[in-house]
């Protein structure tokens, strides 16, 4: 895969935050990353492990520390509203306006990515079909259940076509259902070109869906590859066991290096 074609390009990318405890905290180490046009790329790994905030620097909503990263060919600091006219980005806390309608809410973004008219008829009654949308497209966000107020952010993230998707956890409050339609939706991306980059601990998501996995481990990759290569990699045959064994890997490696004894004058 040559990294001047990639929908997504990481490296090197560095979080960390303040603590007023801990001082300097890490949340994403020198972090790596590539995912092509027509691919979808998962990101597994334990609350921590320095996904959702890999996510939120792609998607323009957190500033790296070092590093770089382009989406669609746009650099996320230099270039945040380009990549943002090409991004379709859903995290747990996506908001909606509480007082707008199902309908209203789509129509509204969609007059902020530029659509109007038939245009912006035509791909709302797009994805209110493929969300299943109608029952409750005249009530208000505020009086939605959670998983109706998570389609309509779905939707809200899908309007506009866009070249790449960032999905946190996309399937969170929905039902077997929706939770199903999401999953065709996002195949269905893939055919149409569109790269798709999504984090998920519902592990038989990631076995339908993932061209290739990212092992994400304290902040770092620790490895990426097809299903097929991991397993061949690690012996194991479960991505949970697949994980596991990465994670023993990287944790023996560093348990076996020679530490640093002081010079003596």
Not at 175 to 199: C, T
Not at 226 to 241: F, H, I, P, V
Not at 245 to 259: K, R
Request: with cysteine; aromatic share 4%; net charge negative.
């Amino acid at each position: 895969m040559s990294a001047s074609t990639a929908a997504i390009q990481a490296e090197g990318l560095v979080k960390t935050f303040h603590d007023p405890e801990r001082g300097e905290v890490a949340a994403v180490r020198g972090l790596d990353l590539e995912c092509q046009p027509g691919e979808i790329m998962g990101l597994l790994g334990p609350n921590g492990a320095g996904k959702t905030t890999t996510l939120r620097m792609l998607a323009t909503i957190l500033a790296p520390t070092a590093g770089t990263a382009r989406v669609a060919g746009h650099d996320v600091v230099e270039a945040p509203l380009e990549v943002r006219k090409r991004l379709g980005f859903l995290s747990g806390t996506t908001g909606l306006y509480p007082r707008l309608t199902a309908r209203e809410t789509l129509e509204y973004f969609g007059r902020l990515h530029g659509l109007d008219g038939a245009e912006l008829a035509d791909k709302v009654a797009r994805v209110m079909d493929a969300f299943d949308l109608h029952p409750f497209a005249e009530g208000r966000c505020e009086a939605l259940s959670t998983g109706q107020k998570q389609r309509v952010s779905i939707a809200r993230a899908t309007l506009h076509d866009p070249e790449v998707l960032i999905l946190d956890e996309p399937t969170t409050g929905l039902d077997i259902l929706a939770a199903s339609d999401m999953i065709r939706f996002i195949e269905e991306r893939r055919a149409a070109g569109r790269a798709v980059l999504f984090s998920t601990h519902v592990l038989s998501e990631a076995e339908r869906l993932c061209d290739r996995i990212a092992i994400v481990h304290a902040g770092r990759v620790l490895a990426v590859g097809t299903q097929d290569e991991l397993r061949e990699r690690t012996g194991a045959s479960w991505l949970e066991d697949v994980y596991r064994a990465l994670v023993a890997e990287v944790e023996g490696a560093a348990e076996e290096a020679p530490s640093e004894e002081p010079s003596t004058p």
